[in-house]
């Protein structure tokens, strides 16, 4: 067993502010969701389940039918899928919804379904009367192991992406394992590019796990799935305990992301944001060989993980020098200074302030193959 696993349970506590702030609920189905609601007195509140239009017709309806007894009333809020209605329109539509519905502060919203749908419900649920309760239901892996903790919500602005957002706490986050059966492959592979990231910036011992657990995770056997998900929140509830607000180490989860966010958005988000991850960590973990911060043994075993959950290192079609002047319009630019996350080793990872344009650029030269 590796070390990340002695404390393994179904249930992890997130702090904020050296304070017990809220649960991660790990489960198998949505039948005891009744019981984490009962805990916020949901007799007296009006619930609105925000979803989009691909989880919502798998599960809106199951939710709603097991949660209506118990609470005053519920109501289903559903919104193209997709990250291009990421916007400021979308969450008008909420606004009004909640409005007509004549929701008020004692009210609470619940987010089924991946990241675009918890980062947007959590900003809906930030800036509705300055404030209600909301709970995160997150149905991908990728939600479920990175955006659904810790506390960031927002938007897309333009061609900008979460550039519009709140630091916004959830009641509680419930993980029913068994939505991650019917991920569609390319979908579910994508959430392994936050995974070995974490395994990356965080703990070696976990990727080389990742390694050894390979067919049981492509198998989606529960129980693999469960320990995995438990290694990973851990980690990220960790970083989020000490650096809530991103001034400092939480800044690490960004690895990979300074690059591939921007393919992302060049890439008009034909490609999946765990697929655009895997190619900012393919150009991270170069810049890392490249000016001596990590072996070459460690990139090379890096890249191994990548490509045997089948995640891309490289994309066509875009041009390098687009890709740098996306990353200087980034949120994670500080005062005009580039904060790009290296690695020194697999399982240890800092900010540095000194990587420049050039630097970005022949790290998006490696991962741009265009004929």
Known sequence: MIKALENYSDRITVNYENKPCYDIVFEQSFENIVTELNKFNIKSKKICIVTESNVGPLY?????????????????????????YKNID????IYETLIINKFD??????????????DMTGYAAATYLRGIDFVQIPTTLLSQV???IGGKTGVDFKAYKNMVGAFYMPKFVYMNLETLVSLPEREYLSGMGEVIKHGIIKDKEYLYWLKENKDQVFKRDIRTLKELLFVSCNIKRVVVENDPKEKGDRALLNFGHTIGHAVEKLKDFSLLHGECVSIGINAALYLSV?????SKTDYIDALEVLKMYKLPMTTSGIIPEEVVNATLN?????????????ANSIGDATINRKISKNDLLESAKKVIVNE
């Open 330 to 342: 980034d949120k994670k630019m500080d005062s005009g200074i580039i904060k790009f996350i290296v």
């Open 60 to 84: 809106a309806e199951k939710l709603l039918k097991i949660i209506k007894p118990y609470c005053k009333k519920i109501i289903i809020h559903q919104f193209p899928a997709g990250e291009k």
């Open 105 to 118: 502060r004692n009210d609470m919203l619940l987010a089924l379904g991946g990241g675009v749908t918890g």
């Open 146 to 148: 990175d955006s659904s």
């Open 90 to 93: 979308t969450i008008s539509q």
């Open 290 to 294: 490249e000016k001596g911060f990590i």
